[in-house]
């Protein structure tokens, strides 16, 4: 078994493994299990999922898990409505952390059930792994770009939700190290605002 990530290849290792694993699309992530390459995050945990039945990543009732590739759709298509105001500044940036905020209060009134610790119940879920962006790229996008959009007040589910993501042992043992992401995210804003701001 093989995952294939961004911080852990350099540059022209990932660029093969594009072009070898997903020449359709060209980009990761891509996880390689027995030679044999599958792409796209939801696709990729459903293949988990059906593999290692042991450790669900879906609920088995059926309506349960209906749902639960419905919400992992929702926040597969919205995620750049909710990182967009990380590319933006000034009256545009402020109009991207509205929208922003629009599709996290979707999530925290419709998806998130104060009773549940994750999002299909006590156990970390293929949603919850969708999801897992917002609880480390999330932050440090927002400290990048100086604003701030998952407000505690304003979001108490995600912020309970959030908490509880963190505190799963396999989560806190590989997270990624706050520092080095914000300084990276920093520096490629960098890159998108110079053209819109000189």
């Not at 450790?55 to 209906?66: F, G, I, S, V």
């Not at 912020?159 to 520092?179: L, Q």
Request: proline letters at 6%; a positive charge; charged letters at 30%.
């Amino acid at each position: 078994m093989n995952i294939i990530r961004r911080r852990t290849y350099s540059t022209r290792v990932i660029c093969f493994c594009r072009l070898q694993y997903n020449p359709v699309h060209k980009k990761v992530p891509v996880f390689v299990h027995r030679g044999k390459p599958i792409v796209e995050s939801g696709i990729i945990m459903e293949y988990m999922d059906e593999t290692w039945p042991q450790n669900p990543l879906l609920p088995t009732d059926p309506h349960a898990r209906a749902m639960a590739r419905f919400w992992t759709k929702f926040v597969d298509d919205k995620m750049p409505n909710i990182f967009g105001f990380y590319k933006r500044a000034g009256e545009e940036q402020t109009k991207a952390v509205n929208e922003a905020q629009e599709c996290l209060k979707i999530l925290e009134e419709h998806c998130l059930d104060e009773e549940k610790k994750f999002f299909n119940g006590d156990k970390i879920g293929m949603t919850d792994l969708s999801m897992g962006l917002l609880v480390f790229w999330l932050e440090a996008t927002e400290e990048a770009a100086g604003v701030q959009v998952l407000e505690a007040g304003s979001f108490p589910r995600l912020h309970a939700w959030i908490r509880n993501f963190k505190e799963v042992p396999v989560i806190k043992e590989n997270h990624p190290d706050k520092t080095r992401l914000v300084a990276y995210f920093k520096q490629l804003r960098e890159k998108f605002i110079k053209p819109a701001t000189s």
